[in-house]
């Protein structure tokens, strides 16, 4: 009797363990560390949007893959660089979930990387407060996660690319299809602020119209628990130029007498925002209202104010909003560098010809970008400065006490999909169900993509599915994957492709 109940207890616990093993963990791991060289061979395509050599090579890459998965793939022309549109139709009257993706990458400074080529991926693990190089042969087992592959668009953006396609390419091993009709919207120019986007989406609105759109850029929340993006700020460009002598004076002959560019752009710049990185310019952040609905949401998000203090080693934050999430769902005005001059072994003894700044603003769905920056027009104006958009002639520099010169474009607005739409509650329950627990909503990111267009001229509802891990680096030097981010990924678009929508 004892035998047989000792029996049925172990069954017990071993049905239990397989009840709570997820249906496409094993698998994901297995082929996930198998297509490690391919998406080596990926990473070694250099993609620097402002070549066109480079993408090229990206695109018939990207090609040859998916058609080997039996897609239908297009290139869309455009006034900048092509998009890449491939269809996999599995079956007429399915829905059709589009994916966008962008394969291009920033600039590198190889000189600023700890590896010799940016593009050559390399293995490291993190001994103390450093990272490592490690031999790829370690990459195997089951103590791999905290590994992380580092390369330039590792996370941002081929690594979800390449998730994506080897969860497709499991799927059709199988003799199996996808659960929905798979459109596919690639992006070479993403890092340029896809300027030819918004004309396609028009050109090509009948061919690229889906019933969602899915969005792979950008990073999980720091909990690194499965997380749902619903809308991202979008973002316009200003560059500001003060003028002092014609040509760099010597600062023992002038100093008293030739005003300095650089002391009056830094006065410019400082009368932007107060103490607490509150912008003042009048009406900045005129038409947003944070309501309960929505304080609920951001509430709903684990906290993250700790953890981003102690990766970026910061004491003190901007108050913009309470919280971090409720400081993103406001316009950002941001300085992104400065120049005037010359610094380090470089310095001289002079007054600077020019002083420039180049500024973003982070745009949200309440705000008009055109009159943001007609506003910070304005207060420039009000500061004293005469206000250009093209270098001063003579005659302006000798009519004018202070010039500025300022030029101004918007790359992309905000967009936002409703949490309780039909769209969003689909993936929160996929993910809910399939990892045991609510994911993370997001109810906008602090990050930038060009999809609004979709949203407004297409009337698609998109939702960000971001897999890689906060801390890539992404945009910097030394850009990296976490191999746990990169596999749980792959296990994510395998559970995603095979739930009906």
Do not use: C
Not at 237 to 255: E, F, V
């Amino acid at each position: 009797m004892r035998s047989i109940l000792t029996f049925l207890i172990i069954t017990l616990l071993n049905f239990t363990f397989v009840q709570a093993q997820r249906q496409f963990e094993t698998e994901a791991r297995a082929i996930g560390l198998k297509s490690m060289e391919e998406f080596k061979s990926f990473l070694a395509l250099p993609n620097d949007a402002s070549k066109p050599e480079d993408i090229e090579a990206n695109i018939a890459w990207a090609k040859m893959q998916l058609q080997s998965l039996g897609f239908e793939v297009n290139t869309l022309e455009t006034s900048a660089l092509p998009l890449l549109l491939a269809n996999l139709n599995v079956e007429k009257g399915k829905p059709t979930l589009a994916f966008y993706m962008h394969l291009d990458g920033q600039a590198v400074d190889a000189s600023k990387w700890n590896q010799k080529n940016p593009y050559e991926a390399v293995l490291k693990e993190i001994k103390g407060a450093e990272f490592e190089e490690i031999s790829w042969d370690k990459l195997s087992g089951t103590e791999v996660d905290d590994y992380r592959i580092f390369a330039r668009s590792s996370s941002d953006d081929k690594g979800p690319f390449v998730m994506l396609l080897t969860a497709l390419k499991y799927i059709k091993s199988k003799g199996q299809s996808p659960a929905f009709n798979v459109k596919l919207i690639l992006d070479f120019e993403e890092e340029q602020s896809s300027p030819g986007l918004p004309e396609a989406v028009k050109k090509y609105k009948d061919r690229l119209v889906a019933d969602m759109l899915l969005i792979l850029d950008g990073p999980v929340h720091a909990s690194g628990k499965p997380t749902l993006v619903f809308g991202n700020r979008g973002i316009a460009s200003l560059t500001l130029t003060t003028y002092g002598p014609l040509l760099p004076q010597h600062s023992g002959h002038y100093g008293n007498y030739i005003p300095n560019p650089a002391l009056d752009l830094s006065k410019v710049l400082a009368s932007m925002k107060d103490d607490q990185g509150r912008v003042l310019i009048q009406g900045f952040y005129e038409g947003i209202k944070i309501d309960a609905a929505a304080k609920r949401i951001l509430e709903g998000v684990p906290s993250e104010e700790e953890s981003i203090k102690q990766r970026t080693q910061i004491k003190r934050n901007d108050l913009v909003g309470t919280t971090y999430q409720e400081s993103i769902q406001y316009p950002s005005l941001n300085i992104r560098g400065m120049q005037s001059g010359w610094v380090g072994e470089e310095a001289r003894t002079i007054i600077p010809a020019t002083a420039t700044a180049e500024m973003d603003i982070r745009l949200v769905l309440e705000s008009d970008p055109i009159k943001l920056i007609a506003k910070v027009k304005k207060h420039i104006a009000d500061q004293g400065f005469t206000v250009l958009d093209h270098t001063p002639s003579k005659a302006e520099r000798m009519r004018f006490e202070r010039i500025i010169q300022m030029n101004a474009k918007v790359a992309y607005p905000a967009f936002r999909t409703d949490t309780e739409s039909q769209e969003g509650k689909w993936l929160a329950k996929l993910f809910t169900k399939y990892y045991g627990e609510k994911p993370v909503v997001i109810r906008t990111s602090g990050g930038s993509v060009p999809i609004s267009p979709f949203v407004s001229e297409l009337g698609v509802p998109a939702i960000g599915v971001p897999t890689v891990n906060l801390d890539n680096n992404q945009h910097s030097p030394n850009e990296n994957i976490r191999v746990g981010n990169y596999l749980m990924g792959i296990e994510s678009f395998l559970a995603l492709l095979n739930t009906k929508f």
